[in-house]
Nanobody
């Protein structure tokens, strides 16, 4: 079993930055593809960014490409999401997810483990 704990959310003005962390415990995530999802009120959970288990490949939603950067440190069992140039439409609860496979998949249904989420609010 893997437990995931997100941190780093908060309130920021439009144009600002936030850095999210996802710390894993229970076992290593070095064999897992890791992704960030988000869910705004009244909307479905959507893929934001993903990184394969080696960290050699990253994937982004069109809405965040060029503004967000996903990275991982397998030695620290942690995944990060650097968010720059934030917009009010980025407001959501952000979730970290792990999939026991090499490749990132954009569908949330295939992820085995989820964190509790961290709130990100961007004011205009």
């Amino acid at each position: 079993q893997v437990q995931l704990l997100e941190s780093g959310g908060g309130l920021v003005q439009a144009g600002g930055s936030l850095s999210l962390s996802c710390a894993a415990s229970g076992r290593t995530i070095s064999n897992s593809a890791m992704s960030w999802f988000r869910q705004a009120p009244g909307k479905e959970r959507e893929f934001v960014a993903g990184i394969n288990r080696s960290g050699g490949s990253t994937f982004y939603a069109d809405s965040v490409r060029g503004r967000f950067t996903i990275s991982r440190d397998n030695a620290k069992n942690t995944v990060y999401l650097q968010m720059n140039s934030l917009k009010p439409e980025d407001t959501a609860v952000y979730y970290c997810a792990a999939r026991d496979a090499t490749m990132v998949v954009r569908s949330p249904s295939v992820y085995n483990y989820w964190g509790q989420g961290t709130q990100v609010t961007v004011s205009s």
